[in-house]
């Protein structure tokens, strides 16, 4: 078989040429299909955004129904006594403290050595720590020929000592401090036996000087006396942690966290909005273009816009009474978008917080706006759902193009061989006629050129 740069050689005829303009008359056919394929996967693109959109205001009707957004409180502190933090279960309020001490942890100190090296133990033995409380008592095993380091570093490595050990210079020696791991009285150290352990005259009383008793936090809340063993406090008022500070006054406001149930709602409003713009961009006409949105049109995209706005409009009932979007300043527009009127919510917030709360996280018993969203939305974006249906769909028929554009290529193939095969024999076939023409004018030619001569 002649191969398409031999085409033509023995005809003269442009053969090749005229082979590739048929190859590109038949692949032609391949364009429709081509063109389908795209339109599926922008239709698959396209979906993909919506059901991005769609996640995107789901976790925003998620956040929305949990009832403990709307017991997020906020923590207003004056005066620099003390500092305070607030959970969920702190009630609204403001409470006056009075803190007349701090806990403090109890502090006992050795007498000096100039150096460190110095051997304050040659026996070694048990050291014996005391406190007030009898419970915290315990024995620290000091090895022969320690330091005073060697000692701080075995009190440090028992679990059990209840004190930090630490070496104090103070301008003319080194002393081994403890301080008690605990504040309050109870946990105060008292006393050691190192008089008993230690060479020379180390410990000036027996067992070393007390510098400091350690003492209860002793403060007031709103009148009422309080003793605590630490300056953390979170029984004192319910759902607050107070953290003491200083001797003084302060004062704690416990309020409602409007602020986070605000920008909550309006994440809310600005997802769906988002979630309209894109099936709005998605499903339009462009007039002046001429184009049509990739979803034209597309039922799945209607369910989705009409399952939401149903939930949207249908309110809530609250102890027999309807509440609606506009009792708390949302409205849709004529565009179907959610528009928010701030200062109709900081009403509602301020006039009836658990209105609010119970609107869009519920009751317990019913489920509010946000709860009724939330079951709309896990079943438009679930493995079941129209929209994933209509992905699967398109992905289905891009396979489907798929196969076919494969037959029609190699139609195509099989159909350009056949003409390749033919052009070929045509080729041969002139070729060959060619000879016989030039041999029969040569003959011609001769038989003419004898019969002048005779």
């Known amino acids: 078989m002649a191969s398409i740069s031999s085409l033509g050689v023995g005809s003269g005829l442009d053969l090749n040429g005229l082979l590739e303009q048929l190859n590109q008359a038949e692949r032609a056919k391949l364009q429709p299909i081509a063109q389908q394929v795209q339109a599926q996967e922008v239709q698959i693109s396209a979906y993909g955004e919506i059901q991005s959109a769609l996640a995107a205001f789901d976790d925003t009707v998620t956040n929305l129904n949990d009832p403990s957004l709307f017991q997020s409180v906020t923590t207003d502190v004056t005066g620099s006594a003390l500092q305070a933090a607030a959970s969920a279960d702190a009630s609204p309020g403001s409470y006056s403290v009075e803190v007349r001490q701090i806990a403090t942890a109890g502090n006992l100190a050795t007498e000096r050595v100039a150096d460190l090296d110095t051997i304050v133990t040659e026996s070694g033995g048990e050291l014996e720590l005391t406190f007030t409380d009898d419970a915290l008592n315990h024995g620290v095993a000091i090895a022969a020929d320690s330091t005073l380091e060697d000692v ?9 000592a209840a004190v930090n050990a630490s070496i104090v210079f103070d301008g003319e020696g080194h002393r081994l401090a403890l301080m008690s791991a605990e504040t309050g009285e109870q946990a105060s150290i008292t006393g050691t036996n190192f008089d008993q352990l230690a060479a020379g005259n180390l410990a000036a009383e027996p067992g070393g000087m007390v510098s400091q008793v350690g003492q209860d936090a002793d403060f007031s809340v709103n009148g009422i006396d309080i003793v605590s063993a630490t300056n953390q406090i979170d029984d004192a008022i ?7 500070q200083e001797a003084g006054s302060s004062t704690v406001v416990v309020q409602r966290d409007n602020d986070i149930i605000r920008e909550s709602i309006l994440g809310f409003v600005d997802a769906y909005n988002e979630l309209k713009g894109t099936t709005g961009q998605l499903t339009a006409f462009n007039g002046e273009q001429g184009e049509a949105g990739p979803l034209i049109g597309d039922s799945a995209v209607r369910g989705i816009e009409s399952s939401l706005r149903s939930d949207l409009a249908a309110g809530v009932t609250q102890d027999g009474e309807l509440s609606l979007l506009s009792d708390m300043g949302l409205s849709l527009s004529v565009d179907g978008r ?12 301020a006039d009836n917080p658990d209105g609010v709360a119970s609107f869009f996280a519920g009751d317990g018993d019913t489920a509010g706006l946000a709860g009724r969203l939330a079951g709309t939305t896990e079943q438009l974006l679930g493995s079941n759902s129209a929209l994933e249906g209509s992905i699967n769909s398109a992905e289905n028929r891009i396979d489907s193009l798929g196969d076919r554009f494969e037959r029609t290529e190699r139609s195509i193939e099989q159909t350009i061989d056949r003409y390749r095969t033919q052009f070929a024999q045509l080729d041969g076939m002139l070729a060959q006629m060619n000879q016989t023409s030039a041999y029969l004018t040569q003959q011609l030619g001769m038989l003419d050129a004898q019969m002048q001569e005779g």
Do not use: F, S, W
């Open 338 to 349: 959610l528009e928010l009127d701030e200062q109709q919510l900081d009403i509602a917030l």
């Open 238 to 244: 319910q759902g607050v942690t107070l953290d003491l």
């Open 152 to 160: 701080r570093d075995a009190i440090n490595a028992d679990p059990d």
